[in-house]
């Protein structure tokens, strides 16, 4: 009896051993999972001691102290004078309170060229820096008072500011100080800081697009702080507004030239192929390569370039329909409808880009400078309702308006498109088109357009354009054959020589039961209940009418007596 | 060995372990200590033992400066291989050695055990509790972030209050205004050495009277059958301390040793608690003034370790009446009732 | 004594196994918890200069985490050696005139690539790892490790 309790007991001990066993190399493997990671001690020595002391027991600016601290600078040992310092006699020299340190309040390119030279070099070279907005300022030098440009226009606009040391740029404007972060240069916010809003809705077009809808669902997973130079892969699985226009992948450099890769001047009035710097950046074919060369590390090459290639020609077709934009206003600027403003012999509106004063030149300005860069900037990044709604929709409004402007004030031509009814009004301007898109063969979408379906030779006119384009250097040979492979073959890539008239017939036959049941509930239906006004003699009741007046009376005595104690203080 | 060599040995030597190793594994133990209830008395013995070690383990990291103390748990916590293991261990610990106490004394103090003539095994019981208390109050502080800083001077500030040496006490304590450097060394030495001293000296009493009186009995079963202390007995503890390590182990596991906040002595955070153990204090202190609250705290000690003695002047009035069940289950009640409120209330 | 029957054998032999591997594990646990990890340093290079900033056979002092350092142009390269005298511990200094550095404490003379010339030092300043890469001087420190800062 006894022996076999003791057998038990010792069963037991062995099971509980078998028991802590298995929790000891659990632990043990929490443990192996365990990452200790160190970060490197940031070591303050010198001149920058007496800073960061002083600073601290100060209270002054002692958050971009901390930041300075998580910065690469501050482990590569780059601390604060190394940008501060200052020679006697520059703009930005002052000797820190208390002290005999003299000190560089601003530092500029300059001062991060030092070490950063490629980087404030390319910077330079690129259209972040260029100070256009400086050259063609009618809006900010008339229409608005200067304290609003400085907390307006010139917030953005200062990243091509001109320093007195004759640097340019603002390095901070991306990499905010003083952690100097790459990771905060890469958010797409940084970009949409200034590339937002009715005029340049860019982070509004990336977060529409798929890149930016798939950032944000994975956002939390990506380091955005990698770096990018040394032809690397690309780190990330979905682009971020840099990983094109600037970081480097297998083939490109990361460049801090934003236009290095740019094929079009679409921000302009016209959309015209780029030569900006093309001696040293190369011509827009160059240009355009580098930006393919990017979008093809995740997209196949069939599909960059035909979705660059429809979006060239939005850009050209853009180019039509301001065309008839010119058109209309020269002509209605001839017929002394329309006038320039002036001062002392200099002209201070441009009728064919803006004017505050007429209802055409503000036409002409939005469909320039807003709708007409939303029209272009959204079909290039995949901003689908930018291209639409807030692009090519308000830009034919803005057209019909203009001409219904015209006709409005006798102009014959005019009056005649306005009394016109064949559909084919709304577009008085030449027409570019491709068979089909990027996205893949659509058999039903390409059986409504009037154009293409009423005119046999819709695109024998389209061939004709898109050539004169190809011949004019719009458009490069390889997009000019990829647009011929396409043209030949365009009953494949419209889709129409495939017949799903069947799967068509269900959808119809869905479609006219909801057409049914919307007119069966709500249309066809009249409410017993007359409604109060009448065309001709909408009157009122007696009560209302009572009510009414006794208001004016009050209203009228309230008045009264305001007056009268003004006039009362007045006397005093 | 063989028999010279022994001979050799015990002349240097002449104390006879082999005596003192039967006397130890042949103590007779009454039946009834097979149920596992009755075991519970060597439960807070292995965990004792347990906290010792872990306890040196933790000292070769540990620092008791105001300026590292937080560190240096942190790094233990997070940096030293398998530390948190350790660290979990010995906190694991000091909570179930509070449990295993108070059950312990449940058991003793329903079967009567305490009484004639082992009243004296009870007051070393109380004593050992309170040190066992204290034990933890000065760990839970040396840990010196938020929460522990301020349970400690809530803590503290609650000893002024007890009357005449009440602030001679606290100056003691905290060797100053305001818990400080000061507090952090003294707690520091109370917590490794003062008090753990006092609670070995008062097992070995504790054990060496269990021995001397030999186990109780349980009252109306006086002749139940006896077995030795080895090896049964023994199987049972080594049974007992696999059984704790596992489960402390997994607890670490799953609720491994936070850090939290290092301490900051210019603000209170918004919710401070005590450990869950006390509870009962915490609850007393809120609901009453505070010199009502402390006297009753100091009462209800008194009572309690007096109980045995308090118990027989009141059998000899009530002859009748089974005491110790109402004032157990009173006090149960009212502790039970007073921790679960504070902690659904928060 | 009875004799084992082979199903006690085995009980037997489990129980220790278990008990065995059990304490087996608590002990090593606790040996590693007790001996800290060594891993291999780890190294972070700093700048503590531009090129042309020190001539040839000139040098600078640095100062880095509280260490006095001196960057020595050697003509054809660069060195960083520590200020602390290898004899007990005075700084030395540079005497860019003579070539060297110079203890003041018991007259030790360090050439300026760091030998001993003469004086009682035992062995050459200390060197640490320089690199130049672009128009940047590095040199590679050892990382602190951030539990222990102070």
Known sequence: MLQNEIRTQKLVIGIFSILLTVVLIIIAGVEAKRTTETKPVIEVSGINKRCVSCHTERGIAVKAIDQWKESQHAIKNIGCIDCHKAEQGDFDAFYCPDSDILVGKHPTPKDCAECHKQQVEEFAQSKHAHQFWVIKNDDRSIFEPTIATRNGCEQCHNISIVWPDQSVGECDACHPKHTFSRAVARQPETCGECHIGPDHPHIEIYLESKHGNIFRAKEKQMDLSYSSKDLKKIPIEVPTCTTCHMDGNETQPSTHNVSARLAWESQAAWSYRTVWLQDKLGDWKVKRGRMESICKSCHSPDFVEVYFLTADLVNLQYNEIRRSFVYWVKKLQKNGLIKELEANGKKYSDIVLNGWDEEPEYLMYHAWHHEGRRFRHGAIMMGADYTQWHGIWELQNDLVELIRWAAERGDPEAKKWVNSTHPSKFMPYAIYDIPGNAWGINALSNKVQFLYVNYKDYWDRVYQNVKYAYEKGLLSEEQWQLWLKRYNNKEHYLGTKYNVDSVYAYYQQLNAIDTKAMNEQVVNMQLPGKPFYEPGFGFMVEDNKAKSKDMVRRKEELNNNRQGTTTGGSVK | MNQMQEKKFSERLPIDFKKIAEVILNEPIPGHMKNWFYALGATPLVLFIFQVVTGILLTFYYVPSPDLAYQSVKYITEEVRLGFWIRGLHRWGSNLMVIAIFLHMVRVFFTRAYRKPRELNWILGILMLITTLGLCFTGYSLIYNQLSYWATTVGTNMIKEIPIFGSLFLRFLRGGETVGVNTLTRFFDLHIGLLPTTLFVLIILHIVLVRVHGVSRLEGYEDDEIYRFYPEHMYHVAVIALFLLTVMSALTVVLPPGVGEPADPSTTPLHIKPEWYFYWIYFLLKYLPIKLGIALILVALIVATFWPFIEDILKKKFPKVKWHYIVGSVAIVLLLIFTVYETIIY | ?150
Request: net charge positive; hydrophobic share 35%.
């Open chain 3, 1 to 150: 004594m009875e004799k084992e029957t082979r199903r006690e054998f085995l009980e037997k032999i489990f129980v220790r196994v278990a008990g065995l591997s059990a304490l087996a594990l608590t002990l090593l646990n606790i040996a590693k918890y007790i001996y800290p990890k060594i891993s291999p340093p780890k190294l972070r290079k700093v700048l503590i200069a531009k090129e042309g900033e020190i001539a040839p056979g000139e040098a600078k002092e640095i100062n880095f985490g509280g260490e006095l350092l001196f960057l020595v142009n050697l003509g054809k390269e660069y060195k960083v050696f520590s200020g602390t005298c290898t004899h007990l511990g005075c700084k030395v200094r540079w005497e860019g005139h003579k070539q060297r550095f110079f203890c003041p404490c018991h007259k030790g003379i360090f050439s300026s690539d760091g030998k001993v010339i003469s004086g009682p030092p035992p062995r050459p300043l200390d060197e640490f790892k320089v690199e130049v890469d672009r128009e940047f001087v590095y040199m590679w420190i050892e990382e602190k490790q951030s539990g222990r800062t102070i």
